[in-house]
């Protein structure tokens, strides 16, 4: 097999822009000081901790660059505590801007209590899990049908470092469904999202299927590490059921509905019909040539004769209809048994003429009526003969 072909030097050079230009956007994005910067304020809340701590004993390092809680920090004294995707603000009054500032705080503490307990007060921002929103609201697309028995909520996620989003979803009936939620510390979806609740939106792209989903919060995670997603809960013993038939639902295992034993018999006996026409017959290549026509030129091009002046229908040999998988009646005008059938109408109808009225007979027994159809049927296949 060939390598491929390299690329010039004009398709090197905007490969390289493009990489560069991803590669500056992603370095500006670590840079950043600011875990919440494309957060809106109303969904961030302003908290306290206080955490009791041993003489000289240090506060868990457990901060990234941008002074965000990457790993839960239980409380010993069972009060609030920090959380992964908290954000450090100021630690006993003093502002922390950078986490060097924080690093050398929290050991000038442990330095100066080396002897004594002492309590560590620190300021944090949280983000806003959970929104209720009501069944008319904005963020839900106008498209979704609003049934009975379930709740809706807006759910903001925020990444952090190491982190992961930690749901399985799947597409059912034009929903996404959560499937199931990674419990783990690192995961960002177990703090706001459940098994069974829906997806409806993510921002404000609607989502119908698995697909669109996964793109819509990649590219809201990469873009800004945080995400925001419309969800609807079941809330009712009946919204319940159809939240669980949804989760049940398998495509692997989805029945195969079984034909009747007579169209089964049907299409088998067409296939046999089928397969021995093909043996006994050779289909033609086309629909009407001229004769005069070379070889060559009949093997590739396809010219109508110009004789042909009357438009001639395209015909099976057998009039089958695919749908029924049956015979079906000659069109009047074509076919074989056109004339057995002309004359057996022609026949009942003398017959019924001939109950209701008798007409008279001429000397060779038949009516005068009855010759003159049969002297006009032989006028026209004589015709017809000298035509063709």
Avoid at 15 to 40: F, G, I
Avoid at 43 to 71: C, M, S, W
Avoid at 348 to 376: D, L, V
Wanted: glycine share 6%.
């Amino acid at each position: 097999m060939p390598p491929p072909p390299e690329p010039n030097g004009e398709e090197k050079s905007k490969s390289r822009k493009t990489q560069d230009k991803t590669n500056e956007a992603r370095s500006k994005k670590n840079k950043s000081t600011n875990a919440l910067e494309s957060v809106p304020e109303n969904v961030i809340e302003k908290k306290t901790v206080v955490y009791r701590l041993a003489a000289g004993e240090l506060f868990p390092d457990k901060i990234n660059h941008k002074k965000q809680i990457y790993k839960d920090i239980p409380n010993p004294s069972k009060g609030d505590a920090l959380v992964a995707g908290d954000v450090i603000k100021a630690i006993n009054d003093k502002e922390v801007t950078t986490r060097k500032v924080w690093t050398e705080e929290v050991r000038k503490l442990a330095k100066k209590n080396a002897t004594t307990d002492y309590d560590i007060t620190i300021t944090y921002l949280r983000l806003i899990g959970k929104v209720p929103i009501g069944s008319g609201s904005e963020f839900i697309p106008a498209a979704h049908d609003i049934p009975a028995g379930f709740s809706y909520l807006i759910a903001h996620m925020i990444m952090f470092t190491k982190a992961r989003l930690g749901i399985e979803i799947k597409g059912y009936n034009g929903k996404v469904y959560i499937t199931s939620v990674d419990n783990g510390e690192n995961s960002v979806g177990k703090r706001v999202l459940r098994v069974g609740d829906a997806i409806l939106a993510v921002g404000k792209t609607s989502v119908a299927n698995r697909q669109t989903c996964r793109e819509a919060l990649n590219e809201a995670f990469e873009n800004k590490y945080y995400a925001w997603v419309v969800i609807e809960r079941a809330e009712q013993d009946t919204a319940a059921a159809l939240v669980r038939q949804a989760l049940a639902f398998n495509k692997k295992n989805e029945p195969d509905m079984r034909l009747a034993d007579d169209n089964l018999e049907i299409c088998a006996k067409e296939l046999l019909a089928m397969k021995e026409r093909a043996k006994s017959q050779k289909m033609p290549r086309s629909i009407e040539r001229d004769p005069k026509a070379s070889k060559r030129r009949r093997r590739h091009d396809l010219k109508f004769s110009e004789k042909l002046k009357v438009e001639k229908p395209i015909e099976m040999d057998q009039t089958i209809n695919p749908i029924l998988l049956r015979h079906c009646p000659p069109l009047p005008g074509f076919g074989v048994n056109d004339s057995a059938t002309n004359s057996n109408s022609t026949s009942n109808s003398t017959s019924s003429t001939s109950k209701k009225k008798k007409e008279p007979k001429g000397k060779s027994g038949k009516s005068p009526n009855s010759a003159a159809s049969t002297s006009i049927q032989g006028k026209a296949k004589a015709a017809s003969r000298k035509k063709r």
